[in-house]
Nanobody, 120 residues
């Protein structure tokens, strides 16, 4: 199986920055897709950013130009750099990993979530 550990959340003032990290460990043959989702209070979970094994990225419209997703394949870690944070970015952020295990199984794994709170 695969285990994800997230870090980097916290409280920040509007206009500030944070970087989230998601480290994957376990039976990882190929880390296919990494993504960050968030769930804002009273809203459904939404995909914020995604990055493929080849480095292609896509972003939620409201974070384009402010957030950057990246990955370090050498240690199976995906990052989310968040700049110019707004109170509307306040949410629990979840890491998602779509991985092929050494047994050839497709795995879709979630992190435990990390809270990002942006004060005005």
């Amino acid at each position: 199986q695969v285990h994800l550990v997230e870090s980097g959340g916290g409280l920040v003032q509007a206009g500030g920055s944070l970087r989230l990290s998601c480290a994957a460990s376990g039976s990882i043959f190929r880390y296919n897709v990494g993504a960050w989702y968030r769930q804002r209070p009273g809203n459904q979970r939404e995909q914020v950013a995604v990055i493929t094994n080849g480095g292609m990225t896509d972003y939620l419209d409201s974070v384009k130009g402010r957030f950057t997703i990246s990955r370090d394949n050498s240690n199976n870690t995906v990052y989310l750099r968040m700049n110019s944070l707004e109170p509307e970015d306040t949410a629990v952020y979840y890491c998602n990993a779509r991985i092929t295990s050494w047994r050839g199984e497709p795995l879709d794994t979630w992190g435990q979530g990390t809270l990002v709170a942006v004060s005005s």
